[in-house]
C-alpha cells in the first residue's frame, strides 16, 4: 500500500518508465528506468488511446503494462508500469511532476515549453525518481542542485549546496535546509475559512460547514520545532481539559513537515516548518457554525410583468466589521428595468448575469440593512415558462472571525539557541457557496 503527504510519495511497486506526449501522440521525451516496457507497449498506448477520438479511462492496458497518463495544457504525461503499483500515487506522482514543471518553467509547461528545455527535462527526470522510486518532488530543494541554464553560481556558494544537497533528499527533513539565519524571527498565521450555506426560503439551514486552512509564514533562524494547539475536541481531551469551547474537526490533512506519529499518540502538531510560507492544515468543521449573515428575501410577483423585492441582511456577528459585501438577487431573464433602494451600499442591475446586484464596502457588526426594488419585465410569448427562483447568493470577508468557532491556543517553538520569536495570529471568514432560497 502506498501513503502520500504533501511533496513525499510513497509507491507499492515501480515505476517502468516515464513519456511526455503531445496530443498529434509523438513522443516529445522518453525516460526508462526499468527495461521491462517494451517500446511496441508503448507505441500500442500511443496509437490505439491518444489516437482515439474519445478515451474516458486514465489507464490503459497494453502487452501486459499498465499505462497511467494526464494532460497537462498541450502535453500528455505518462507513467508506465509492469508491476501492481497503487494507482492513486502514480497519479500523485504525475501532478507532482507538473509541479515541478511549473517551478522551473515559470508555470507555462507545454509542448513549446519541453522542446526549448530537452537538457533540463531530462536531468529533472533523472532526479525525481530512482528505479522506478520517486524520490523529492520538491522544487525549491530541486532548485539547490539542478540550475537553470544561464543561471551562474558563486564557487564557494556550490560547493555548500553540493555538501547540503545529499542531507536534505536522504534525510528527514528535505523540506528544510540548515544555516538559515535572520536579525528579526517572525512567524505569521492565518486561519482562512470558507463558509458554505444552503438555506431554505422558510428560513431553516438546509446544508452548512466550513472549509478551512491554516496558513504559516516563517522567518526563523536555524532548525526551530514548532509546537501548535487548537481548540479541537481530540486535542484538548488529550490533554485533560474541559471540552466547552471544543470543535470536532473532520477531515483533517497536514504538511508533510507535520509529525504524524506524535499527532496519532498525544494529538499534538509538532513541526519543523520550511522557510517561507506553506498551508500547514487543511480541515472541515460541519457542526455550530456560527454564520455570519442572515439573509430574509421577500419576493412578490405581481402579476406576469411585475416584481416587488424585499432583502434584509443582518451581520450575527459583534465586534468586527465585513469588508467587501456583495449580495446577487437574480432576476427573470426577461427583466426590462429595475428600480432599487438601499439603506447602505450601492444596487445594480446587470443584464448581463440576469441579477441585481448590491454592494457594500463595510458592513458593522450586529447590523441589519434592507434593499427594496420594483421590476418590471417584458410580455414576451417565449417568457410564458414560470421564473425558476434560483437562490441569492453572497460573497463577503469577516476579518477576525472564525466561523467555525476554531481558536489557536498556543504556538510554541523551540530552538537550541532559545532566540525571542514574534508570533502574529489571524483569523478571517470568507464565502463559500452561501446560497439563500427565496
Same mark, same amino acid.
Given at each position: 500500500?502506498?501513503?502520500?503527504?504533501?511533496? @513525499?510519495?510513497?509507491?507499492?511497486?515501480?515505476?517502468?518508465?516515464?513519456?511526455?506526449?503531445?496530443l498529434k501522440g509523438e513522443i516529445l521525451i522518453y525516460r526508462s528506468y526499468r527495461d521491462d516496457v517494451s517500446r511496441a507497449a508503448a507505441d500500442a498506448f500511443r496509437m490505439q488511446v491518444l489516437a482515439a477520438k474519445e478515451f474516458r479511462s486514465p489507464v490503459q492496458v497494453f502487452e501486459k503494462a499498465s499505462f497511467f497518463h494526464i494532460?497537462?495544457?498541450?502535453v500528455y504525461l505518462v507513467a508506465a508500469t509492469r508491476e501492481n503499483v497503487n494507482a492513486a500515487m502514480a497519479f500523485q506522482f504525475l501532478f507532482a511532476l507538473v509541479d515541478?514543471?511549473?517551478?522551473?518553467? +515559470?508555470?507555462?509547461?507545454?509542448?513549446?515549453?519541453?522542446?526549448?528545455n530537452f537538457p533540463l527535462v531530462y536531468e529533472l527526470l533523472d532526479e525525481v525518481m530512482d528505479f522506478g522510486y520517486p524520490q523529492s518532488c520538491s522544487t525549491d530543494m530541486l532548485k539547490m542542485?539542478?540550475?537553470?541554464?544561464? #543561471?551562474?553560481?558563486?564557487?564557494?556558494? $556550490? =560547493?555548500?549546496?553540493?555538501?547540503q544537497a545529499p542531507a536534505q533528499v536522504t534525510g528527514a527533513v528535505s523540506w528544510r535546509r540548515e544555516g538559515i539565519k535572520y536579525k528579526k524571527n517572525e512567524v505569521f498565521l492565518d486561519v482562512v475559512e470558507h463558509v458554505n450555506l444552503l438555506m431554505s426560503s422558510k428560513g431553516t439551514v438546509l446544508r452548512s460547514d466550513v472549509t478551512g486552512e491554516v496558513l504559516m509564514k516563517t522567518y526563523l533562524t536555524g532548525m526551530p520545532e514548532c509546537k501548535f494547539g487548537l481548540n479541537d475536541k481530540l486535542m484538548m481531551a488529550e490533554e485533560g481539559k474541559?471540552?466547552?469551547? %471544543?470543535?470536532?474537526? @473532520?477531515?483533517?490533512?497536514?504538511?508533510?513537515?507535520? $509529525?504524524?506519529?506524535?499527532?496519532?499518540?498525544?494529538?499534538?502538531?509538532?513541526f519543523i516548518p520550511p522557510d517561507g510560507e506553506f498551508v500547514l492544515m487543511k480541515y472541515r468543521v460541519s457542526e455550530n457554525i456560527n454564520l455570519p449573515f442572515s439573509v430574509l428575501p421577500?419576493?412578490?410577483?405581481?402579476?406576469?410583468?411585475? =416584481? @416587488?423585492?424585499?432583502?434584509?441582511? $443582518? %451581520?450575527?456577528?459583534?465586534?468586527?466589521? +465585513? =469588508?467587501?459585501?456583495?449580495?446577487?438577487?437574480?432576476?427573470?431573464?426577461?427583466?426590462a428595468k429595475v428600480t432599487a433602494t438601499t %439603506?447602505? +451600499?450601492?444596487?445594480?442591475?446587470?443584464? @448581463?448575469?440576469?441579477?441585481?446586484?448590491?454592494?457594500?464596502? $463595510?458592513?458593522?457588526?450586529?447590523?441589519?440593512?434592507?434593499?427594496?426594488?420594483e421590476v418590471e419585465m417584458s410580455a414576451r410569448i417565449e417568457d410564458k415558462r414560470?421564473?425558476?427562483?434560483?437562490?441569492?447568493?453572497?460573497?463577503? #470577508?469577516?476579518?477576525?472571525? %472564525?466561523?467555525? +468557532?476554531?481558536?489557536v491556543r498556543f504556538l510554541k517553538i523551540y530552538e537550541k539557541s532559545n532566540y525571542n520569536t514574534i508570533k502574529w495570529v489571524r483569523y478571517i471568514s470568507k464565502n463559500g457557496q452561501y446560497l439563500n432560497r427565496i
Open positions: 500500500a502506498g501513503a502520500c503527504r504533501q511533496g @513525499e510519495l510513497v509507491l507499492a511497486g515501480m515505476i517502468s518508465a516515464v513519456y511526455l506526449i503531445n494532460r497537462s495544457a498541450n515541478v514543471f511549473n517551478g522551473y518553467f +515559470g508555470g507555462a509547461f507545454e509542448e513549446e515549453t519541453v522542446r526549448d542542485f539542478i540550475m537553470q541554464e544561464g #543561471q551562474n553560481m558563486d564557487p564557494a556558494r $556550490k =560547493l555548500v549546496i553540493a555538501k474541559r471540552n466547552s469551547g %471544543a470543535i470536532a474537526m @473532520e477531515d483533517v490533512s497536514f504538511h508533510q513537515c507535520v $509529525k504524524l506519529g506524535k499527532f496519532d499518540s498525544d494529538k499534538a502538531v509538532t421577500v419576493v412578490k410577483e405581481m402579476g406576469r410583468t411585475r =416584481l @416587488e423585492i424585499n432583502v434584509k441582511v $443582518k %451581520a450575527q456577528y459583534s465586534s468586527v466589521t +465585513g =469588508l467587501n459585501v456583495i449580495v446577487r438577487i437574480p432576476l427573470p431573464p426577461n427583466t %439603506a447602505a +451600499g450601492k444596487a445594480k442591475y446587470e443584464p @448581463e448575469t440576469s441579477e441585481l446586484v448590491w454592494r457594500m464596502r $463595510k458592513f458593522p457588526g450586529d447590523t441589519e440593512y434592507a434593499l427594496s426594488a414560470a421564473w425558476s427562483r434560483p437562490p441569492i447568493s453572497m460573497e463577503y #470577508q469577516v476579518p477576525m472571525l %472564525a466561523a467555525s +468557532g476554531l481558536h
